[in-house]
């Protein structure tokens, strides 16, 4: 049928070609970037009560009174409510390592202050623990949020850059 339906065709003559280009490989897949943690280091604590803040060598006093007052603001924020301080902990790891790579000098996360769970934070423990032990070299300086951003139940992180 369809020999019968081109019959008396003709080619047409002159036709533009384009000549076919090979089709070129794709390009070299992009490196994983690997989030390297880096070393953990001492952090100098200063606790009183539930108001807690630690600084890295080097950082003043004052760096850490402008952020408990809420001068310097979060650019970023990570709310653990819900967590398990197993999956807090690895959402914090990987927070922390965006907000280095992003270059953000400040954020918040809030862990919540355990009204829920008889006046026990075991999220905030964790929290101010894997920021004070495992991840304290992403760690400037700490301290807890303003009354404004959660008190006691958040921490500002000034992550280093």
Partial sequence: ?????????????????????PIAPPPPARPVVRDVVPSPQALALDAGG???????????????AE???????????LDLHGFTTD???AAL???LAEAQRHRRRCVLVIHGRGV??????VLRDSVIGALTGSLSGY?????????ADGGTGATYVMVKS
Wanted: aromatic residues 2%; glycine residues 10%; proline residues 6%.
């Fill in 116 to 121: 829920h769970a008889g006046g026990v934070s």
């Fill in 87 to 89: 999956e807090g902990d």
């Fill in 139 to 147: 760690v400037h300086c700490l301290s807890a949020a303003a009354p």
């Fill in 1 to 21: 049928m369809f020999m019968d339906a081109i019959a008396g065709t003709v080619p047409m003559t002159g036709r533009d070609r384009v000549a076919a280009r």
């Fill in 67 to 77: 952020l408990r007052r809420g001068r310097v603001r979060p650019e970023a924020t």
């Fill in 50 to 64: 539930e108001q807690i803040a630690a600084r890295a060598p080097g950082v003043n006093r004052a760096q850490i």
């Fill in 93 to 95: 790891r990987r927070f």
